[in-house]
């Protein structure tokens, strides 16, 4: 079973990404569990018609001898859809819904359940630890971000970079991002190159089309809406490309710092060499270049001797496993708990060869 988890801004389009994403993959065959991790509980609404589900720590007041069919609403579609819930604003901590849910889940032995797919639709810029509950062992595996060429967009998706590097030891690793664009005809290089220096592949970019906009207002998935249409088969490569991901072994994000983010957001995320000469530069914007540039190369520089370092943990390890000193599984162990983003896949045997 595949377990992917959609992180972003409010308001990015998480929802409308991951209900377009379960549709899909529902009509491709796959057998899918939705769960809305969002206090509003509205994740799944467009995949029942509009209907509102009543949330599960709403609906389930004890734990023991729950069953899946007492928290598993279908869709028409065939996708099994649960709201996890929440208190309302202002009141309690939100987090604590999904933990309560995922407890729920445990006592009905909903997964793996014959799933082919799971799929989380989480909060993603709020700073609660309970939202991260998805990124736990056994529940996430690949987690997209959802963002858009707005700043906060790209701010919010490079603070759920650094998420997936705290939980990395959670086996769950970043596929990507997807950009839903908010104009069609934004310039796309400064989003490849955030991309890149975080350490996330570009996914697919989801073009702003009416027939989004027309199916919300129906309260359907634009796959059920119009599933004939160029923005249907976009989520469809979307889901089977997301499906093919092989992310064992997927290297750790690298999310920039605040300063660098922001330093760098001011050139577009470019290389001092990609950027265009300003027709009339004022000494403070000189400044701000050579600033940039001089952190962009810092950033690339600590990488590269952090991947220099590893090179040469690795051979002592190596050393130190054929002369006897240390077993090859605590030495891999070491290794992967000093160095998380290097030596992530590594196995033990490979210090025995």
Do not use: W
Not at 57 to 78: F, N, P, Q, Y
Not at 281 to 307: F, I, Q
């Amino acid at each position: 079973m595949q377990r992917l988890v959609i992180f972003g801004k409010g308001g990015i389009g998480k929802s409308t990404l991951a209900t377009g994403l379960s549709a899909s993959l529902a009509a491709a065959g796959h057998r899918v569990l939705h769960v809305g991790c969002d206090p509003k509980h509205d994740s799944t609404a467009a995949l029942l018609g509009g209907r509102m589900i009543e949330p599960v720590i709403d609906r389930i007041e004890r734990v023991k001898g729950v069953t899946a069919e007492d928290i598993v609403t279908r869709s028409h579609l065939g996708v099994d859809c649960v709201e996890a819930g929440g208190p309302g604003a202002g009141v309690g901590c939100g987090g604590r819904g999904i933990t309560r849910m995922l407890e729920i889940f445990r006592e009905a032995q909903l997964l793996p359940g014959g799933y082919d797919v799971t799929l989380y639709d989480v909060l993603g810029d709020v700073v609660c630890g309970g939202f991260a509950a998805p990124l736990r062992k056994g529940v996430g595996e690949k987690v997209i971000i959802v963002a858009s060429e707005e700043l906060m967009a790209l701010y919010a998706a490079n603070n759920i970079a650094k998420a997936v590097v705290h939980y990395a030891t959670n086996e769950i690793a970043l596929a990507g991002i997807v950009f839903n664009l908010k104009h069609n005809e934004t310039d796309r290089a400064p989003l490849r190159r955030f991309a890149s220096l975080i350490n996330a592949r570009v996914l697919g970019y989801v073009p702003r089309d009416p027939l989004v906009r027309e199916a919300e207002y129906r309260r359907k998935t634009v796959v059920e809406h119009a599933p004939a249409s160029s923005i249907a088969r976009r989520f469809a490569e979307l889901a089977r490309h997301i499906l093919e991901l092989d992310v064992r072994g997927q290297p750790l994000p690298t999310p920039l710092s605040e300063q660098e983010f922001y330093e760098l957001a001011r050139q577009r995320f470019a290389r001092a060499d990609e950027r265009a000469p300003a027709p009339t530069p004022a000494p403070a914007s000189d400044d701000a270049t050579v600033d940039a540039t001089r952190l962009l190369a810092r950033v690339h520089a600590r990488a590269e001797a952090r991947r220099s370092s590893y090179l040469e943990e690795l051979s002592a390890g190596t050393r130190a496993v054929r002369l006897g000193l240390v077993t090859a599984e605590e030495a891999a162990r070491r290794l992967r708990a000093g160095y998380p983003t290097e030596a992530r896949a590594l196995r033990a045997e490979e210090l025995l060869a």
